[in-house]
């Protein structure tokens, strides 16, 4: 069945992860794909190891509106501007032409579009919607601070929609089918305000020593962050991104965390684990699955409805049916 069949979702805006800062090449230049076209992410000064200095990341288009070279194949990054390596056109951070080396004067039409990009919670964002003159409508919060240490860190590439994937958090009861839980969890408080979606509920996990009740905390910034509270003994903070590469695929990072807390630290790898093998054990039904526009559910999964209302938001000037 083609994709598109599948799922009638357009591509999302919002802010989206190009990724982790420390995973992040060393090359001042690199490519990365996104949204169905090639980007080019760019860094301006160190690269902030070793008590250096920070550096400040920007996102370009892939191709140069000279004459079409690719930035991302033998560009380099001079005095804060991104050079292309055709013809040595230089571009500023905005994307406007700087200067060209075989001219007078910089060419005003010429200009690169240039992403807004912001540092959270290790990860380079980046705010993407179709029409480049809207703004960023909302902002992620740092919520990491230097007590966090890393517990955990998992990456996929789904062939699925971020919707389809972030409906999964709602749907309590596929919790005991899927993942072999005792029990139906139940959602607690919902608030939406805009953009921002938090949730609260309690959900059952297996771990080494028998099945725990946890309570979770759940916030997600448009589509593409999420930042998701377990207090399981101990507090384990997930720092969640999905970022649509295409209409047929979605990539996804988790980023496991605890903030010094002593049982969360002895745990929080476990618990990591577990995560990572309830998100393996949903992929095959997301690769395989359908949209359904209008779903026979049973009177407990009224939430699955509300985040559809919600998640709607995202998609300009497209109906999706809910």
């Known amino acids: 069945m083609p994709e598109t069949d599948r799922f009638p979702f357009p591509l999302p805006f919002g802010w989206f992860a190009a990724g982790r800062l420390d995973e992040m090449p060393d090359a001042p230049v690199t490519t990365v794909r996104y949204h169905d076209k090639d980007l080019v992410v760019w860094r301006d000064g160190g690269d902030g190891r070793d008590g250096g200095d920070a550096p400040s990341y920007n996102v370009f288009d892939a191709y140069c509106p000279h004459l079409g070279a690719h930035l991302g194949v033998g560009s380099r990054v001079d005095d804060g501007c991104l050079v292309c390596a055709f013809h040595e056109w230089t571009f500023r951070p905005d994307g406007t032409n700087a200067a060209i080396p075989y001219a007078d004067r910089p060419n005003r039409k010429a200009r690169v579009r240039s992403y807004p990009t912001a540092v959270r919670n290790g990860l380079l964002l ?79 996990f297996n771990t080494a020593r028998g099945t725990f009740e946890g309570a979770l905390e759940s916030t997600s910034y448009g589509p593409g962050v999420g930042v998701t509270h377990f207090d399981l003994m101990g507090r384990v903070t997930l720092v969640s991104s999905t970022t649509p590469v295409d209409r047929d695929h979605i990539e996804v990072r988790f980023t496991l965390y605890h903030a010094g807390d002593e049982i969360a630290a002895k745990i929080g790898a476990a618990f990591a684990a ?49």
Do not use: C
């Open 274 to 322: 577990e995560v990572s093998r309830q998100f393996d054990e949903d992929i095959p039904i997301w690769e395989s699955k359908r949209y359904e526009p209008s779903p026979a559910l049973a009177p407990s999964e009224r939430a699955v409805t509300e985040f559809r209302r919600w998640a709607a938001q995202f998609y300009p000037d497209v109906a999706v049916a809910t």
């Open 126 to 204: 980046f705010w993407h919607h179709p029409d480049p003159d809207v703004a960023p409508a909302w902002e992620v919060p740092e919520v990491l601070t230097d007590d966090h240490v890393e517990v955990g860190r998992h990456t996929w590439t789904v062939r699925s929609a971020w919707q389809e994937v972030a409906e999964n958090s709602v749907d309590m009861a596929h919790f005991r089918s899927v993942h072999g839980l005792e029990r139906v969890g139940e959602i607690g408080a919902v608030t939406l305000d805009g953009a921002v979606r938090n949730v609260t509920s309690t959900q059952l």
